[in-house]
């Protein structure tokens, strides 16, 4: 065959390059190969480099070590690099005997230090292919890049051409790479793990098995994930073309890479352990300080930089080293460009990451200086010019008086804006005290003194402003949410003759991405949750008086009715949110105003205690004093601990929900954090950092669920359009749509009754699960698998799997909503997470994961707390329990239609001449469908049918918008559905038939 598909021919590919532009080509084998088991060091290319540029410390060893001096080099490099890591190693060698070894030379600063220059021109790169690294196994790694002998990246290798992709070689590294092979040893040999087909890269530093958390190192594709098409070349051709050249190389391991160590704490907030993490640069972070760094070269001092990067994008770690480089930067002259680099932040988090970074890529003190006490010890930093200075926002305008003064000197001014509301320290005007007034009086204030908060971002752009132009300084301003006035000042001036960003990580690519969650995938306004709340009790035999009261409960929901909203949130809270990340989510309620607050906060601990719930408790934040009909308030009073305290004890088990007026808004990370409740009218900006809050991701955090009690869900989708690109905001999910994608699966014949019955015997037995639950689970499911692989043709496979898709999503989503019991919809819901994972992927699928509460909540509330238990002895289907005794006279029934008619007869259904419109519209839209065509020329009606009602929802969907009361009749009501569709038909078959002949 003319053609290499393999990833062989991807592997030459990579060598040919790397060797055309400096590499050598390094095979081990023989003794090097026993060598390399024993030591994961390429041992000859090693003491090739220490001869070559250390002879006179490698004579000294000799005569120490004599025959032994090999063997004595290699424990003594196999200590340190064992006890402090290769990181440190290459960058500040090993001591042998007194005699300092360097492992690597970094490329100097300046090129007038001709020795140095000739010393790093003596590195020797090595790429080697098929590495056999273990005594235990035969297993061999794709390709080894190694620098003096030491390895630093590890690549797997996979081509979509055989049906692999990147994903494979992740799973690999998971299942077949041994953390424990000193190869893989955390910290000790191998710097970064690359997962590599010609479309995407994947890195991690860390081999954990299945824990192994890989990162991707891709450059985004139109404001995505991804990459862009090259002409002639792979997608991801810069991997070895620009990361791993020379330069590159040894640019990242010298001025990159560094450890960063957190205190694992436990729920008291007592350090139990220390964790470290090797943090190697993403693709858009190195991106972003090298064309900086590249840029102040060229046109020197007083030019503004605006970095757009969105949350997830690790801006703390940017900052870090974008404040070095900015330290380090000589002109052509050999002049160091900045005098002083300030860093503005208010993040605690920068401090200790910032002098850690850069004490471990300089390895000495003093280059960072802290500014915790007054204006005169940032005088004193700035007169003795100090590399790296870290100060907060509120200093700023002393800051430019004095760089104004010192006009000899030049400064780099980098300005994080993720400053933290925590404190309240910008909202003096929140902290007032709030008398006596009502709930409305109260918002109304609350609202014109948010108003009048001096705005961080335009206070800084003010006083920039105000201080003229400075020839002596260049801003390099951070944000993830750009203003239109810190755009106008650090915005780069396009072709189109407005300000851009200098560079761009935006949230679709971070969302995309897997770094921070989209929060407006589960948004829900009150209307929809009570739309949808009804449609799930729509028609089943309930208690007549229960289901009035309960729709009466939604409907009569006043605005300021905070015991009715209570009950609602937590509730929700209790069936849905606390189920979720493995029982330690936790909700936010943000409310209208302080004294919103304070009622809250009464409120719900009035109701927690009358339920006797002694599972969740809600803390409360606000500024300044709350006084209400002659009580005063206080946040620290309500809750009984200090402000400062708040962060910390919110993040235990034992505080659930968190109540904030405007304080908590902006700058708090929680992870932890699931749901929002939203009490108050957000817009612009506000919308989307408030919103913001719940997108951190962790450990099995999979969606996040937003209940809005008071902003359309159109404002929300116009807040996020500037920093989102893409939004995906659902007005209203039906349930009846599940029957509809029920009857679509059954329909492809893949599985049957009796194999989701035996599936949800072994899920619902209460036995704990053993490896033979397991071997009769696959042989269950590989009935379906050889189906769908033998009898389905290639079109009806991606659609099964994707209806599938869309049944799983749907039916966690609506149990976000309320208790929708539907027991057979439940047993397909339990068989296709299993039958999905095994059915045979195309590229790069996403893995479909089981919904918690989906499973939560029928384990609990239906298994276990008697409302419907799932029979599994026999061969029984799954039917409610009965329960036997009392005489009680029943409830008189209803149709809960009937219910709803008698409430709302007021809302009878109506249509007019438009609804004829939309009528003729949908026969337009399906008529123009040029794929439904093809469908009708080349099938019987009978089968024909199956595509067009697939298409008629989706039109009717995508209609919603122009005329809701009709096409929500449509997909509210299945008769009146079946109806429209029975008499559209014949007309549509006909017409696309006929179409083009």
Known sequence: MAIDYTEKGLETNIEEWLLHTGYRSRRIEGTALEDFKKHALDVEMLFEFLE?????????????????????????????LNSRGMIDCIRHGIKDYGVTLKLAYNQPVSYMNQTLLEMYTKNIFTISRQVYYSSQNNNSIDMLVSLNGLPIAVLELKNPLTNQTADDAKRQYMNDRDPKELLFQFKKRAIVFFAVDPDEVYMTTRLEKERTFFLPFNKGNNGGKGNPPVLDDYKTAYLWKEILQKNSLIDILFRFVFVKQEDILDSTGEIIDKKETVIFPRYHQLDVVRKIESDVKQFGVGTNYLVQHSAGSGKTNSISWLAHRLAKIHDSEDNAIFNSVIVITD??????????????????????AKIDKDSTQLAQELLNNTRIIITTLQKFPFIMEKVGEFARGKYAIIIDEAHSSQGGKSATAMTSILSDKTLEE???????????????DEKIVETIAKSGKQDNISFFAFTATPKAKTLEKFGRMGEDGKPHAFHVYSMRQAIEEGFILDVLKNYTTYKTYYKVAKMIEDDPE???????????????????????????????????????????????????SRLHAVKYKQAFDKYISDKGYDDMKAVVAFSGTVEDKGVSYTEPLMNGFGEKELPDKFHTDEYKVLLVAEKYQTGFDEPLLHTMYVDKKLDGIKAVQTLSRLNRTCKGKNDTFVLDFVNEAEDIKEAFQPYYEVTGLEEVTNPNLLYDLQRELDACQVYTEEEIMEVCKLEFSGKKKTPKTQEKLNAILDKAVERYKNDLPKEQQEDFKSTAGKFIRTYSFILQIGPFVDVDLHKLYV??????????????ESVYLADEVALEYYRNTMVFEGSISLQVQGGAELKPTTHGGGGGKEEEKDKLSSIINRLNDRFGTDFTETDRLSYEQIVEDIINNEDLAQKAKNNTKENFKFSYEKAFLDIVIGRMGQNEKFFMKILEDNDFKATVMDFMFEEIYKGLSNKGA
């Open 52 to 80: 070559s540029t250390q002879p006179k410390e490698m004579e000294r060893l000799r005569k120490v070590y004599k025959e032994q001096t090999r063997e004595k080099i290699l424990e003594r490099l196999s200590k340190e």
């Open 347 to 368: 993040r605690r988090v920068l401090d200790k990451q910032l002098q850690d970074a850069v004490y471990q890529l300089e390895h000495k003190a003093g280059m960072v």
């Open 442 to 456: 109260a918002l109304e204030a609350d609202r014109t003194a948010e108003e009048n908060v001096e705005d961080i």
């Open 542 to 592: 309930v208690s007549s008086k229960k289901a009035s009261r309960e729709i009466a409960k939604y409907v009569s929901l006043h605005p300021h009715n905070i015991a009715q909203k209570t009950e609602i949130m937590i509730e929700h809270f209790r069936r849905v949110t606390r189920h979720k990340i493995g029982g330690r989510a936790k909700a936010m309620v943000v409310t209208g």
């Open 831 to 844: 068989y296709l997470n299993y039958l999905l994972k095994k059915l045979p992927k195309h590229g790069s």
